[in-house]
C-alpha cells in the first residue's frame, strides 16, 4: 500500500497487483575546555588539602564507574532472561499462526486485471476455524477510476506446513472489523487467548503474522499504551492496544502476544507517514471472544437495533436554534424501534437509558450493552417540551 505524507492510520494488509564550519568552532571550544582544565588542576595539585581532596573525589569516580559497570552486567543478565522468553513465546505461538493470502479481480479504467493481498489469522479451534481481520478477506471497495471485487480465493499456509488450504469465509463484520475463515482441516493447535483487560503499559509484547509475505515472522516489543481511542481515515472508530513491535503490511489479523505466549490483541492497524515509526495497534482480544462465537453460529454478530441517523449538537448550536443539547435526529428509519417508538425526525434525544448522551457514539455504546428485545428509557426534546418515551430494541439489519 502506498504512503503519503500525512500520517495516517492504515490496516497492515499487504496488496499486490498481478495485472499483465560547525565542526571546526565546536572542537575550539572542545579544546579550550580541555586547556582551561588541565591549568585548573595542574594548579590545584600545587595546594595539599586540595589535591588531597581531589584523589578521594576520583577514587569515588572509580567507585561508581565500578558499580555502573556492576549494573550493566546485571542489565546483560536480564537480557539473557529477555531473550529466552522470546524464544519460548514465539515457540508456544508460531504453530497456532497462519499466512493468507486472497485472490481477487480488478475492474479499472485500464481494463480487468487480477491482485492479490497478504494477512495472517489465527487458529481459534483444532478443527480449522482461523479469526482474523475483515479487511484482509473483504476487501471489495470501487470509485470512479476502478472497482476491486471480494475474494475470488482464500489460500492459508500453517506453519512448518508446505500444504496450501483453500478457506472459506464464515462470517464478517465490518463494524469490528473481524472475520471467521475455515479450512479443512482438523488436529490444529488453537491459540491461547490471554485477558487483554489486564495488560499494563510496559509489559513484554510480541507479534507474529505474515508481514509482506514473509510467514511466520515475530517482532518484539512493549504495549504503549491501553484503551487508545482512535478514529481510521474512513472515519471508524477503535479502542486499541499500542505497541512499537514492529508491524508491517501482511500482519493484519495476527497475534499480538504477552510474555506467556498467550494472545492479547489482533493486529490491526499502524500509523504511517513521514518520521513515524513504531507505532502500531492491535485489537483488544477480551473483545472479540463474543464476535468470534457469533460470526460462527450466525455468519454475523446480531446486535440491538434503534434505528435513527443523527448528530450531536453542543450548547452553541444548541442556543442558535433554539434547542437544547444532546443528539438531533435527522433520519428516522421507516419500521425500525425508533419509528415504533414514536420517535420523529428533529427530535433530539437528552437521555437514554438513564444516561445523558450528546453523541451519536455515546448511544451507540450505551445501546450495545443491551440485547434485542430489552426495553429502553428515552427522554427526547421536541417542539420546546421534553417527554419520556419507551424504545424496545430490535435487531440490527
Known amino acids: 500500500m502506498e504512503e503519503n505524507n500525512d500520517n495516517t492510520f492504515k490496516s497492515v494488509g499487504s496488496y499486490k497487483g498481478k495485472s499483465r564550519g560547525f565542526g571546526k568552532n565546536v572542537f575550539v571550544s572542545f579544546l579550550s575546555g580541555i586547556v582551561g582544565a588541565s591549568l585548573v588542576v595542574g594548579t590545584c595539585f600545587g595546594i595539599p588539602e586540595i589535591k588531597e581532596k581531589m584523589i578521594g573525589e576520583q577514587n569515588k569516580e572509580k567507585e561508581d564507574v565500578k558499580q555502573t559497570t556492576t549494573q550493566v552486567n546485571a542489565t546483560a543478565v536480564s537480557l539473557t532472561e529477555y531473550s529466552d522468553t522470546a524464544i519460548g513465546v514465539a515457540a508456544k505461538v508460531l504453530p497456532s499462526i497462519v499466512g493468507i493470502e486472497i485472490e481477487y479481480s480488478v475492474n479499472s479504467i485500464f481494463g480487468k486485471s487480477t491482485g492479490s493481498a497478504t494477512g495472517s489469522g489465527i487458529i481459534i479451534s483444532e478443527d480449522g476455524y482461523i479469526l482474523t ?10 470509485n ?23 478457506a472459506k469465509i464464515i462470517g464478517t463484520d465490518d463494524q469490528t472489523d473481524l472475520a471467521v475463515i475455515k479450512i479443512d482441516k482438523t488436529g490444529l493447535t488453537p491459540a491461547e487467548f490471554g485477558n487483554s483487560d489486564n495488560v499494563v503499559v510496559g509489559e513484554f509484547a510480541m507479534a507474529i503474522g505474515n508481514p509482506l509475505g514473509l510467514a511466520t515472522s515475530a517482532t518484539c516489543g512493549i504495549i504503549s499504551a491501553v484503551n487508545r481511542d482512535i478514529t481510521t481515515s474512513d472515519n471508524k472508530k477503535y479502542t486499541v492496544i499500542q505497541t512499537d513491535a514492529a508491524i508491517n503490511s501482511g500482519n493484519s489479523g495476527g497475534a499480538l502476544v504477552n510474555s506467556k505466549g498467550q494472545v492479547i ?10 518520521g513515524v515509526e513504531g507505532i502500531g495497534f492491535a485489537i483488544p482480544i477480551s473483545s472479540t471472544t463474543d464476535i468470534s462465537k457469533q460470526l460462527i453460529d450466525h455468519s454475523k454478530v446480531i446486535r440491538p ?18 434547542l437544547v443539547e444532546g443528539v438531533y435526529i435527522k433520519v428516522v428509519e421507516d419500521f425500525g424501534a425508533a419509528q415504533k417508538a414514536g420517535i420523529k425526525a428533529g427530535d433530539v434525544i437528552t437521555e437514554f437509558d438513564g444516561k445523558e448522551v450528546k453523541t451519536v457514539e455515546e448511544i451507540t455504546e450505551l445501546k450495545n450493552k443491551h440485547n434485542i428485545g430489552d ?9 420546546g417540551e421534553y417527554k419520556d418515551i419507551e424504545l424496545i430494541l430490535g435487531e440490527q439489519p
Open 133 to 142: 481481520n475483515n479487511h484482509v478477506v473483504n476487501s471489495a471497495s470501487s
Open 375 to 383: 426495553t429502553i428509557k428515552i427522554k427526547i426534546f421536541r417542539n
Open 144 to 166: 470512479s477510476y476502478y472497482q476491486v471485487s471480494t475474494a475470488g480465493a482464500i489460500k492459508v499456509k500453517l506453519y512448518n506446513d508446505e500444504t496450501v488450504y483453500d
Open 265 to 274: 490483541g489482533i493486529n490491526t492497524l499502524k500509523l504511517s507517514g513521514d
Open 305 to 322: 437495533y434503534v434505528g435513527i441517523e443523527g448528530m450531536g449538537i453542543n450548547k452553541e448550536t444548541a442556543e442558535r436554534y433554539k
